[in-house]
Nanobody
Framework: QVQLVESGGGLVQAGGSLRLSCAAS????????MGWFRQAPGKERDFVAA????????NYADSVKGRFTISRDNAKNTVYLQMNNLKPEDTAVYYC???????????????????WGRGTQVTVSS
C-alpha cells in the first residue's frame, strides 16, 4: 500500500523559508513522477512542482519559479520542497502526490496523480 506523508509545514514570516518533506513508502518509486500541489481556502488545488524520480527532471509553476526547489533523496525515499522568499499568497495546505510516470507532460494535471498525502499547512504572515 502506497503511503505519502508530508511534514515540515508551519508559520513563517514573509521572506522566510521552509522545507517540506514527503516520505514515500509501499513500493519502488523509480518509475514515478512526484508532485507538490497546494490548496488555499476556497480555491482549487493547484500545481506547484514535480520531479521525475528517475533522472531528476523538474518542473515548476510560474508563481514559484526561482523561489522553490523540488528534489528527492533516493536512499530515504523522500521528496523535498525547499521554499524560499515566501509570500503571504503562498499560504495553503501543501500536498504531496505520485503517479506512474508514463507521461511526463501530464505532470501538472492533478487528475493524473494516483496517490496523495494528507497535506501540511503552510502559513506566511505579512
Amino acid at each position: 500500500q502506497v503511503q505519502l506523508v508530508e511534514s515540515g509545514g508551519g508559520l513563517v514570516q514573509a521572506g522566510g523559508s521552509l522545507r517540506l518533506s514527503c516520505a514515500a513508502s509501499g513500493r519502488t518509486f523509480t518509475s514515478y513522477v512526484m508532485g507538490w500541489f497546494r490548496q488555499a481556502p476556497g480555491k482549487e488545488r493547484d500545481f506547484v512542482a514535480a520531479i521525475r524520480w528517475s533522472g531528476g527532471i523538474t518542473n515548476y509553476a510560474d508563481s514559484v519559479k526561482g523561489r522553490f526547489t523540488i528534489s528527492r533523496d533516493n536512499a530515504k525515499n523522500t521528496v523535498y520542497l525547499q521554499m524560499n522568499n515566501l509570500k503571504p499568497e503562498d499560504t495553503a495546505v501543501y500536498y504531496c502526490a505520485a503517479y506512474t510516470g508514463l507521461s511526463w507532460s501530464a505532470r501538472s494535471n492533478k487528475s493524473m496523480y494516483d496517490y496523495w498525502g494528507r497535506g501540511t499547512q503552510v502559513t506566511v504572515s505579512s
